[in-house]
């Protein structure tokens, strides 16, 4: 909106709670409240240090021990073991050393590990020499978008002289590491009198005696630049006039276009989770005539373009989807051949990570929800910078071989390396009906703690929020949703798959689970039981397979179908005429998809469990005493009655069946495999195939 005023930051800082903290817990104190505004920092961006007294373990001397935010991990929820610890004065002798050797910035690297106080186990990172030549105990590095804005702008001289009246001095664009940190202290030198530095196309820094007083520094001049940049703010909008109409039905487009393009953005077999983001603020800078121009420009904080990637791919709803990633991958490889050098690790994904779509929004993608959601988030950054950045002057991104050295740098690829490895499941997207108990939701739990996201369908609304949170705590709240359904309703089973796609992008695996039972012969059954039966285990089956088989047609990379069937569709029970029926029926429209859809690399297998009765939602008041009186024993005796009846004289769980799901889920354990039925019922005869 033209002229509308960012509230300014307040100050959060409290006393009573600082004053019983000692200098390190003070510090966390600070990297908490500064890191919990998006506004001071970006995710993961930024870091704090102090410069503490404290005495030596070997010699109880008191030493200088410099207490710095650790490589990775967010300052919003940094504790102690986020924070690495060196003595300062080897860091700061460092310096001969790296002269005397003519050392290169990442050799320096490695040195720090003979600088490390008190055994900390804590990587320090590359901003670590920003914080030792500042010659003051309490340091803050922030990426502020509004302070970015004036630093990433044409004229940020004169602007930082306007903006900050002489109390930030001014460092040039440079990659940080050593040379950066050499610089401050220089800089520092010949002006005393500052209490920061703006950082060019980057951020700022800024220092105190106390945490206190650089707190409450951080926040005054970040405060200083939203106050500028709103008193610039006139009624021509930064990103000119209004150029795009939004789009007349964005959900529809989205369903359609976001398998598609998770389809073809794979890279090494590799694929990738969408987030979309529809807000105001992104809507309205797709809207606006200089969106294009801005776009092409790239992202300006180095942090932001590792995510990000140096610029989003710009795609018009109608345009060819095939020519235009063409068009970006094609830029992007010869990006990468323009500005490698001979020791730049190989070249990643050239696919983008951030798709802006006008009159819909902006689609992220990224290994997982989480990377994705982050990797929106940075370029939400990059817009205010650039709105911010075009308000008082002209934005300017970086250089495009620095861009490239930062995104190629060999110590990114170290880190990237050092990463766990990633899980068996992660990247897949897995819908499960009827996951609200029983096996669908021990298979949820076991998808999800195999790392892939999980969208979970049930008409027990109550229940499944229980069973979604259960899911969350295993793979982290980003990646499980809940869908409440009634999958015989072909209407809200084909929003709930539309539900799927626009929390993920798509779906790779589809648990067909949701049933229910009832006894009955022939004669016996009663027109509701017949319904039931009819529209739950035949029409909703047979449902849930198309619109599972049409969304990974138009993924075009296959996928993986589980039907969960019985082993009333190999041997008939007795008393159960269309219960048995309707799971053959289950188990034969598994092997027509299996036929008829091995041409789209879709597997569809079969699991039939049986004497499930511990943990199952079928084995509610009524089939239980059905089940009891058929038999002729009392409904506290089923458990026994079904495990005496097993071969092997065994429970069957929910987890047991849950574990031959994902076997055949997984393309890792079973990419060979389709058609097939595996029994879980702990040996039965009867139930045997051939
Ligand atoms: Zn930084």
Same mark, same amino acid.
């Given at each position: 909106m033209v002229g509308q005023t960012e509230s300014l930051l307040p100050s959060l800082w409290d006393d009573s709670h600082s004053s019983s903290l000692d200098p390190v817990a003070e510090l966390i104190y600070a990297s908490n409240l500064l890191g919990s505004d998006k506004r001071v920092t970006n995710f993961g961006g930024g870091n704090t240090s102090a410069k503490v007294r404290m005495p030596d373990p070997l010699t109880g001397q008191d030493v200088e021990v410099l207490w710095v935010k650790g490589s990775g991990g967010d300052l919003g929820t940094a504790t102690r073991a986020n924070f690495a610890s060196l003595y300062q004065e080897r860091v700061?002798?460092?310096? @001969?050393?790296?002269?005397?050797?003519?050392?290169?910035?990442?050799?320096?690297?490695?040195?720090?590990?003979?600088?490390?106080?008190?055994?900390?186990?804590?990587?320090?990172?590359?901003?670590?020499?920003?914080?030792?030549?500042?010659?003051?105990?309490?340091?803050?590095?922030?990426?502020?978008?509004?302070?970015?804005?004036?630093?990433?702008?044409?004229?940020?001289?004169?602007?930082?002289?306007?903006?900050?009246?002489g109390e930030m001095g001014l460092l040039p664009w440079k990659r940080p590491g050593f040379d950066l940190g050499l610089m401050l202290r220089d800089l520092i030198k010949e002006n005393p009198g500052i209490k920061g530095a703006l950082m060019q196309s980057h951020g700022f820094i800024c220092w105190a005696d106390n945490w206190k007083e650089c707190y409450e520094l951080t926040i005054r001049l970040i405060n200083k630049a939203q106050a500028f940049i709103d008193a610039k703010t006139t009624s021509t909008h930064p990103f000119g006039e209004v150029v795009r109409d939004r789009h007349a039905d964005p959900r529809s487009f989205?369903?359609?276009?976001?398998?598609?393009? !998770? @389809?073809?953005? !794979?890279?090494?077999?590799?694929?990738?989770?969408?987030?979309?983001?529809?807000?105001?603020?992104?809507?309205?800078?797709?809207?606006?005539?200089?969106?294009?121009?801005?776009?092409?420009?790239?992202?300006?904080?180095?942090?932001?373009?590792?995510?990000?990637?140096?610029?989003?791919?710009?795609?018009?709803?109608?345009?060819?989807?095939?020519?235009?990633?063409?068009?970006? !991958?094609?830029?992007?490889?010869?990006?990468?051949?323009?500005?490698?050098?001979?020791?730049?690790?190989?070249?990643?994904?050239?696919?983008?990570?951030?798709?802006?779509?006008?009159?819909?929004?902006?689609?992220?993608?990224?290994?997982?929800?989480?990377?994705?959601?982050?990797?929106?988030?940075?370029?939400?950054?990059?817009?205010?910078?650039?709105?911010?950045?075009?308000?008082?002057?002209?934005?300017?991104?970086?250089?495009?071989?620095?861009?490239?050295?930062?995104?190629y740098w060999q110590l990114e690829e170290a880190k990237l390396r050092r990463m766990p490895p990633e899980k068996e499941l992660s990247r897949q997207v897995a819908v499960v009906t009827g996951a609200a108990q029983g096996i669908g939701r021990a298979t949820s739990l076991k998808l999800s703690s195999l790392g892939a996201c999980v969208v979970m369908l049930d008409r027990d609304g109550e229940k499944l929020g229980q069973a979604v949170q259960d899911v969350q705590k295993v793979g982290g709240v980003p990646t499980a949703i809940g869908v409440t359904c009634d999958v015989t309703d072909p209407g809200a089973l084909e929003s709930a798959f539309e539900e799927a796609t626009l929390a993920f992008g798509g779906a790779d695996i589809v648990v067909v689970n949701a049933g229910n039972a009832r006894r009955g012969t022939v004669a016996a059954t009663s027109a509701d039981d017949y319904k039931l039966l009819n529209d739950l285990l035949m029409k909703a089956y047979f449902d849930t397979m198309a619109d599972a088989v049409r969304l990974m047609q138009r993924q075009g990379t296959g996928g993986s179908i589980v039907v969960v069937g019985s082993k009333n569709g190999v041997a008939v029970g007795s008393n159960a005429a269309l219960y048995s029926a309707a799971k053959a029926f289950e188990l034969h429209l598994m092997r027509s998809v299996a036929v008829d859809h091995a041409k789209d690399s879709i597997r569809c297998n079969g699991v039939n469990p049986d004497a499930v009765v511990i943990g199952s939602g079928i084995w509610n008041d009524a089939w239980r005493k059905q089940t009891a009186a058929s038999l002729g024993i009392q409904p506290d005796e089923i458990e026994a009655h079904y495990r005496n009846r097993t071969m092997l004289k065994v429970d069957v769980t929910p987890d047991d069946v849950a574990e031959a799901v994902v076997y055949l889920a997984s393309e890792a354990r079973s990419s060979r495999t389709t058609g097939c039925v595996i029994t879980v019922d702990g040996g039965n005869r009867e139930g045997f195939l051939r």
């Open positions: 700061l002798a460092l310096e @001969g050393l790296v002269k005397a050797r003519g050392l290169q910035e990442d050799d320096v690297v490695p040195l720090y590990n003979h600088c490390v106080f008190g055994l900390n186990p804590t990587a320090c990172s590359i901003d670590t020499p920003l914080h030792a030549y500042v010659p003051f105990p309490a340091v803050s590095h922030m990426h502020a978008d509004a302070v970015i804005a004036i630093a990433a702008s044409k004229d940020a001289e004169r602007l930082n002289q306007e903006v900050w009246g989205l369903v359609d276009f976001l398998p598609r393009i !998770r @389809g073809k953005t !794979r890279f090494e077999g590799k694929r990738l989770i969408a987030q979309v983001d529809t807000s105001a603020e992104v809507l309205d800078y797709l809207s606006r005539g200089k969106m294009e121009p801005l776009a092409a420009l790239g992202t300006s904080c180095p942090d932001h373009f590792l995510r990000t990637k140096i610029r989003p791919m710009i795609y018009q709803p109608g345009d060819d989807l095939d020519a235009s990633l063409d068009g970006f !991958r094609q830029t992007y490889e010869a990006y990468y051949a323009r500005c490698r050098r001979p020791d730049s690790p190989a070249m990643r994904n050239p696919n983008p990570s951030v798709v802006l779509v006008p009159g819909v929004g902006m689609i992220a993608l990224g290994k997982n929800p989480q990377e994705a959601r982050v990797t929106g988030e940075f370029y939400r950054n990059a817009i205010h910078v650039m709105k911010g950045a075009e308000t008082v002057s002209t934005y300017v991104s970086l250089p495009e071989q620095e861009a490239f050295d930062i995104e």
